[in-house]
């Protein structure tokens, strides 16, 4: 139980306290690709922690929509949607288009075992990105999108 709980409070710091994008700063590439849509799935299983959720996130920037479908294991906690504000959607367009997302890793992955798992896919005009990561320790802008999508002031039970 001890490992549980300080499992889980790394994960919630980690994920809360990251640092937040600072848009004055943030130089934009020019691009030749063109983000359109961002698709995440954050996996909780295998956390082995109560409460933490499973987010599935569907954003298309050409519509400007975006939503997150969220479930639990355990079955006492009923699953449930929300939508990203405008600024959330403009946040996390800042996010990719701070970086070339070429050069983005396509695999991290943790040594230790029970640990969280994403996938993102991000699609362009010019490609689409597959990124794996075992153990949620990516680096930026991905840590950010993480922190944005999991919302886990919201979604932590």
């Known amino acids: 139980m001890k490992f549980k709980t300080k499992y889980i409070s790394f994960i919630f710091i980690f994920l809360c306290c990251c640092s937040t994008v600072n848009t004055k700063n943030i130089e934009h590439y020019s691009d030749e690709f063109k983000v359109l849509k961002l698709e995440m799935f954050l996996d909780a299983f ?12 569907r954003i298309n920037f050409v519509s400007d929509s975006g939503i997150c479908s969220v479930s639990y294991y355990e079955p006492w906690l009923k699953p449930k949607e929300y939508f990203f504000s405008k600024q959330v959607l403009d946040t996390l367009k800042i996010l990719l288009k701070s970086v070339e997302l070429r050069k983005i890793k396509k695999e991290y992955k943790e040594d230790a075992s ?32 993480y922190r944005i999508v999991y919302d886990l002031k919201k979604n932590f039970r």
């Open 46 to 57: 295998g956390v082995e922690s109560d409460g933490f959720p499973t987010i599935d996130a």
């Open 114 to 145: 029970d640990q969280p798992t994403s996938t993102t896919v991000i699609y362009t005009t010019g490609d689409t990105l597959k990124i794996k990561d075992y153990g949620l320790q990516a680096e930026f802008p991905l840590n950010e999108l």
